[in-house]
């Protein structure tokens, strides 16, 4: 059993993951500031602490005595805001200097391992190739302050660094999987690449098993994602199916990180823990859904 504290416990994908390191046995606390978070862990089985996340002193008193602190925290603007980089603000901030005080608090409270959540959109375009946790990065509009994210965690901390590159988030409480869904009814597409461009994607459930494999691998960069990346072409071919239309009118591709075509390997945590995805979330998810 590890004593573990997790930021941005109260998350989409923080939720998922108290659950799965309850159910393993771990002593669970979720750091937290609002009595509706705190209702939450509580009802999960964890403990809620509170502390600042800016606030290295903070953040200290909360993590002595912990083997591992988890970071996920995130502050990922609505659908409809994606595409205004000021809506962005806060999740840079995030990404810079909280994940900056967690490293350098975990690192004073004596902590052994730190998971730092990451995304997989920062990898450079790589076409049909397969890219692993090697690939060239070249960040890029929202996913520069991820990987200022991973340097602070893996320059600020001494212990076992593990960092979670995840891809794009699907679930029924997704607010991006649930506007592609509705875009498609209208017979828009929501992708933002080429159809032949791979899209990496998780199921959150299959993210929240990621975060509790992350306690059993060496330190190092992992990817977590659908075992077989799906394009454009295909998701779009899928979501046409579910609703009932032809084919989905596409827009014109854009110039970031999200049009970058992403075929990325996962084979890594896979050897490493056992884990695996339950299901090709960026096409199967959607019959669910609609359902």
């Known amino acids: 059993m590890n004593k573990i504290i997790i930021t941005g416990s109260t998350g ?4 998922r993951a108290v659950r799965e390191l309850l159910a393993a046995g771990h002593d669970v606390s979720g750091v937290t500031r609002s009595a509706r978070g705190r209702e939450l862990l509580e009802s999960l089985g964890a403990r809620a602490v509170e502390a600042d ?12 005595g912990a083997d591992t602190v988890v970071n996920l925290l995130t ?9 205004d980089p000021s809506a962005w603000a806060e999740n840079d901030r995030i990404r810079t200097d909280a994940s ?44 520069t302050s991820a990987l200022t994210a991973e340097r602070n965690a893996r320059e600020l901390f001494d212990g076992d660094t593990v960092v979670l590159r995840f891809g794009m988030f699907m679930g029924a409480d997704s607010g991006s999987t649930l506007a592609t869904l509705e875009a498609a009814r209208g017979g828009a597409s929501f992708a933002f690449g080429p159809p032949g461009a791979y899209r990496p994607t998780v199921l959150l459930d299959d993210a929240g098993t990621a975060v509790a494999a992350a306690l059993r691998v060496p330190a190092g960069t992992y990817n977590v994602a659908d075992a077989d990346p799906a394009t454009y072409g295909e998701i779009d071919a899928a979501l046409a ?16 990180p999200l049009a970058r075509s992403q075929r990325v390997s996962t084979r890594r ?10 299901m090709r979330a960026a096409t ?3 019959s669910g859904l609609a359902a």
């Open 12 to 15: 989409v994908i923080g939720r």
């Open 53 to 64: 996340v800016y606030d290295e002193a903070s953040l200290r008193r909360v993590f002595d």
């Open 75 to 83: 502050s990922i603007p609505s659908a409809d805001r994606m595409g």
């Open 100 to 143: 900056a005080a967690i490293a350098r608090a975990a690192q004073a409270a004596g902590v052994r391992r730190l998971v730092q959540e990451s995304i997989a959109f920062v990898y450079a375009d790589g076409g049909d190739a397969w890219l692993d946790e090697d690939a060239p990065v070249v960040g890029g509009g929202v996913t």
């Open 241 to 256: 199916a579910v609703v009932g239309v032809d084919a989905l009118h596409g827009q014109p591709p854009e110039d970031g």
């Open 269 to 278: 945590l896979r050897e490493a823990s056992g884990w695996a995805p339950r």
């Open 284 to 286: 199967e998810i959607w």
